[in-house]
């Protein structure tokens, strides 16, 4: 219905290969970036740096590990680890005067740095085995933090973001903190999108779907798991400073423990292996459901409608959202991105059930 | 034109010149292609889509490629007044190849892809032919089959490369050779490009087309640049084209619309031509596209209209239901507009929201959202179909033409649309009827006379007024009425006149009737023999469950023979008693143009048919309920078999009383057996 497309045609490969050949699409994307961009006009300060902001942050997290996940097929279970390197990095760095731009690098490049240390096991194991490599960097490097005091400033500390600017736009204001959030997570966007388009992409591909099938085409398997590994660590090490500077302005270890890990890897495979949609959608749900039904369960218990113990109305959302993970996978195992996926569908063959041609 | 060529093209006896003495010598289609690479060099000429995108050709490229051809063609020794041989399916290089034959004052004579080589063979001992531009390796080997027994055939320049580059066969050459042959000699000789656009005339042959030989061998049919120049302006001071239109060229070369669209009017007019990547593709590739002018046939329209059809009704429950709350409405509502009843607001805001939630959404599914200009013309179009899309939002109009006039006599006005009528005359063009009914043309796109055939020429073209053979009538409004074939007119024994072609036409609005031969000459009543439509029927069948393996399997089904009779009784009511329809069988194949029953244009050859299907026709004027047919056909190869089918015979029973007394005879049937 919305989607026109008659006198769509290319007259060059690249132009086939565009990232939004059809224009409903091309509006669509134009269109969530316009709010995204008028957004601190149009919502409170409260939705802004609590909802919105955490969600691109998160969505940044997502995205990289889905880079890994999804598209390279290597799992990944401590991934808050990755993104406390980069966060406590970034944090040192700034605190030694470094400017708060470069020290963004230095956080992707000492967490690309641990996490491709890690990810080598991947090349001696899948699955299972690699699961419980990253679950050990996860807890190496929890423990690392808290026992030494260099890195988290003593037990139990609190390290403070100092004050910063990017671009020469201080990072204390709320606004250029959502901004400094949206920039970074349009960029992934985008980043991600071309590499499943690039050679670099499916080659991630054709090792995520057999490795072994993939090195008797050509791909050098040992570089391209190490790539994946390195590319999606220095992203999550950005966006893990993206985090402690935009969100949180302090760093402790709680903010990346193995709880944070299972959430991540919850993003991705609610949303959609592999998909950039999926990311956002899986953030959504993940991080901003639990909160809505939260506020509804404590709203129908406010205004009378619903009559239960306090206790009840705190486990109330939880079981709701535990049922509402498993629902929705039951429903579309491939994902929410799927379920888009199918929704645009319906609409891109009406009023047929498939294309016509 | 060689001498004896020239009398056969103006058995009238006047000179040419004298003949057309409105028209300027420069006016030809050289001058305006030149035109347009001077004015709009940029502009997109031809769209071809090649390996799933679109090549385009400038204007300027357009003509540069048509006079290095031409160049190329000379040194390889085509002459003026030769008769080049086109066959393929719609390429860039065979239009830019028709054009450089034209500029050297040579006779492209386009024939049908799927012409067998023995067509193709007499086609060029006809016309005397020596050259050939083929599509492709397919094409290359058809003509290398028929040089074997005819070696006057000297140069085959084929398209594409793909077979036949570095392995071609003595006397075989690429596109690409002679284009470059041909720009070599543009470098070393600067005047050529001028001499070259000013060689041909406006009274020079632009393309030799043909009958579609429903009857005997086909008759070539030359149309000057003057005939296509003048048809096409005819058509556009009637706004029939407009300027930059968006085309589609998909339809044969051989025939005449296409020539028309895709070269008369396409040069004249700017048109961007857009050429399908393969015939299979070409819906694909339309909607790509989504030209603003689109021509096709009422059976296309008609396949068309079954596809969305069947799309709806394999379509989710909720689709479906908006689909019937909106298509009948719209229906209703042109229905009434084409009687004079303009919608009120309420149906006018209804249709809007119809228009987003379901006519825009299927004009643009079938690529046809941009269209402005949708035409149809060739036979009659059901009414169902020209409702439906009418009442989609598309002016859809019919038009009516001969090969002789350039296929533009007359059309349907933009404003007055009437069912039965092909519309009014083209400014510039004059019609009237002889005294028995026929419609004859008259105007500067009606050819000078046939190929080579000056009886023919004697009996059509008459003080300049050509006999179209169709018998019809002028409304009061000046609305031209066509009725049928005037050859066709037959009488059944008891004296009853009817036009065979003209019921045929009205079963096949049906989607379920794909081809229908009429029987009744001399005879007591009407019989059909019926190829059913195997899409149509067979989505038919499995949603009733009703299980098949082949066409000759589905088409002996009872419950295709209740369906088929069903189609029959409903037209029976529309006729009067001493014509309807009182028996028919259900062919176990299509009628096929390989085996010559119908043309490449699927118009039934009669007599074809009467000599193949005599044991049958027989049976249908018997008692027989059924009968053992044994039918040859023609492989692939060539190869004829012969295999031994039952088919049945059903008579067609007007109502409910009618019912029981086909029952009673099934019962004695069986009671005899």
């Known amino acids: 219905m919305f989607y026109r497309l008659a006198g769509v045609y290319h007259t060059t490969y690249a132009g086939e290969r565009k990232l939004w050949p059809v224009p409903a699409d091309r509006w669509q994307a134009l269109g969530v970036l316009a709010l995204g961009l008028l957004a601190p006009l149009l919502v409170g300060d409260l939705y802004l740096s609590s909802y919105l902001l955490p969600w691109l942050v998160w969505t940044a997290a997502a995205l990289s590990l889905t880079l890994l996940m999804g598209v390279a097929g290597q799992l990944h279970f401590g991934f808050a680890a990755v993104m406390a390197i980069g966060a406590y990095t970034a944090i040192h760095l700034t605190r030694f005067g470094v400017p708060f731009e470069i020290a963004l690098l230095g956080a992707g490049l000492m967490a690309a740095a641990i996490g491709s240390l890690f990810g080598a096991a991947a090349l001696r194991v899948k699955g299972l085995y690699l699961v419980m490599a990253t679950l050990a960097m996860q807890y190496l490097v929890d423990w690392t933090i808290i026992n030494v005091p260099a890195i988290s400033g003593g037990a139990q500390a609190t390290l403070q973001a100092p004050e910063v600017s990017f671009l020469g736009a201080p990072m204390t204001n709320d606004t250029v903190q959502y901004y400094g959030a949206l920039l970074w997570a349009a960029f992934l966007t985008v980043f991600i999108m071309n590499i499943k388009r690039s050679a670099f992409g499916r080659a991630l591909v054709a090792v995520r779907d057999k490795d072994f099938a993939a090195a008797v085409i050509g791909v050098n398997v040992f570089r391209y798991k190490l790539l994946a590994f390195f590319t999606s660590s220095f992203l999550g090490g950005v966006s893990g400073a993206v985090l402690a500077f935009c969100y949180y302005e302090a760093v402790t270890p709680e903010q990346f423990s193995f709880d944070v890990s299972i959430q991540f890897v919850a993003m991705v495979l609610v949303g959609g292996l592999g998909s950039v949609i999926g990311a956002y959608l899986g953030a959504a749900f993940v991080l901003l459901l639990p909160i809505v039904l939260t506020n509804l369960v404590a709203g129908l218990a406010d205004s009378g409608l619903l009559t239960i113990s306090q206790n009840l109305q705190s486990h109330i959302p939880l079981m709701a959202y535990g049922a509402l993970i498993i629902a929705f996978l039951l429903f579309e195992p491939l994902g929410l991105a799927k379920i888009y996926d199918n929704l645009r569908n319906y609409f891109r063959v009406w009023p047929f059930q498939h294309t016509r041609n | ?673």
């Open chain 2, 1 to 673: 034109m060689s001498a004896e060529r020239q009398a056969a093209a103006d058995a009238g006896g006047a000179a040419p010149e004298a003949r057309h003495a409105n028209w300027q010598a420069d006016d030809t289609l050289l001058n305006h292609l030149a035109r347009n690479a001077r004015e709009v060099p940029d502009r997109v000429a031809l769209r071809e889509r090649d390996h799933g995108i679109w090549q385009e050709y400038t204007w300027a490229e357009y003509l540069d490629r048509v006079l290095a051809v031409a160049a190329g063609l000379e040194q390889y020794g085509l002459k003026p007044e030769d008769t080049v041989l086109v066959v393929g399916d719609n390429r860039p290089a065979l239009y830019f190849a028709m054009l450089s034959a034209v500029a050297l004052r040579a006779v492209p004579s386009p024939a049908y892809p799927d012409a067998t080589p023995q067509e193709i063979g007499e086609q060029m001992k006809r016309e005397g032919i020596r050259f050939a531009l083929a599509e492709d390796q397919e094409q290359v080997d058809k003509l290398l089959e028929i040089r074997a027994g005819y070696p006057e055939l000297e140069l085959i320049v084929y398209d594409d490369p793909r077979g036949l580059k570095g392995k071609e066969p003595a006397g075989v050459v690429g596109f690409e050779t002679i284009a470059a042959a041909g720009r070599t000699r543009l470098q070393a000789e600067p005047k050529l490009r001028d001499d070259l656009l000013g060689r041909s005339s406006v009274h020079d042959v632009a393309v030799l087309l043909h009958s579609s030989g429903t009857t005997g061998a086909p008759k070539g049919i030359p149309i000057k640049h003057g005939h296509i120049l003048f048809a096409v302006r005819n058509a556009a001071q009637a706004e029939y084209f407009r300027e930059g239109e968006v085309h589609m060229a998909y339809l044969p070369m051989a025939w005449v619309g296409d020539f028309t669209f895709s070269v008369g009017a396409a040069i004249l007019l700017r048109f961007s031509v857009n050429i399908p990547e393969t015939q299979e593709t070409a819906l694909n590739d339309l909607r790509e596209i989504a030209p603003t002018l689109y021509f096709s046939s009422p059976r296309a329209w008609s396949n068309m209209l079954t596809r969305i059809q069947v799309g709806i009704d394999e379509s989710t429950p909720f689709k479906r239901w908006l689909y019937n709350r909106f298509m009948p409405f719209a229906v209703e509502l042109e229905r009434r507009r084409l009687q004079g009843r303009a919608p009120g607001a309420g149906e006018r805001l209804w249709r809007a929201l119809g228009e987003f939630l379901v006519y825009g959404p299927i004009k643009d599914q079938l690529g046809l959202r941009r269209v402005g200009r949708p035409y149809t013309a060739g036979e009659a179009i059901g009414e169902e179909v020209f409702l439906f899309f009418r009442a989609l939002g598309l002016d859809l109009r019919q038009f009516y033409g001969q090969t002789e006039n350039c296929a533009l006599a007359a059309a349907q006005g933009p404003g007055s649309v009437k069912l039965h009528t092909v519309g009014k005359p083209f400014p510039g063009v004059e019609v009237r009827l002889s005294d028995n009914g026929e419609v004859l043309v008259k105007g500067d796109n009606v050819f000078d006379g046939y190929f080579q055939r000056p009886d023919a020429t004697a009996e059509t073209l008459v003080d300049g007024w050509l006999h179209t053979g169709d018998a019809g009538y002028l409304e009061d409004d000046g609305q031209l009425v066509v009725l049928g074939r005037v050859s066709e007119v037959v009488y059944t024994a008891a004296g009853e006149r009817f036009i065979p072609t003209f019921i045929e036409n009205r079963i096949k609005f049906s989607h379920f009737i794909r081809d229908i031969c009429i029987l009744g000459e001399g005879r007591a009543h009407l019989a059909a023999i019926v190829c059913v439509d195997i899409d149509a029927v067979g989505h038919w069948a499995e949603e009733q469950g009703v299980p098949y393996t082949s066409y000759a399997d589905l088409s002996q089904q009872d419950a295709v023979y209740d369906l088929v009779e069903g189609v029959l009784r409903r037209t029976n009511e529309t006729l009067p008693e001493g014509l309807q329809i009182r028996r028919f069988i259900n062919l176990h194949k299509p009628f096929d143009p390989d085996d010559g029953e119908v043309t490449r244009t699927r118009k039934l050859r009669r007599n074809v048919i009467d000599d193949h299907y005599r044991p049958i026709i027989d049976a249908l004027y018997s008692a027989d309920d059924q009968i053992e047919y044994k039918a040859t056909f023609t492989y692939e190869t060539g190869e004829t078999g012969e295999l031994t089918r039952q088919l049945h015979l059903r008579d067609v029973t007007p109502g409910q009383a009618a019912q029981t007394a086909h029952a009673n005879r099934a019962e004695t049937h069986r009671a005899a057996q």
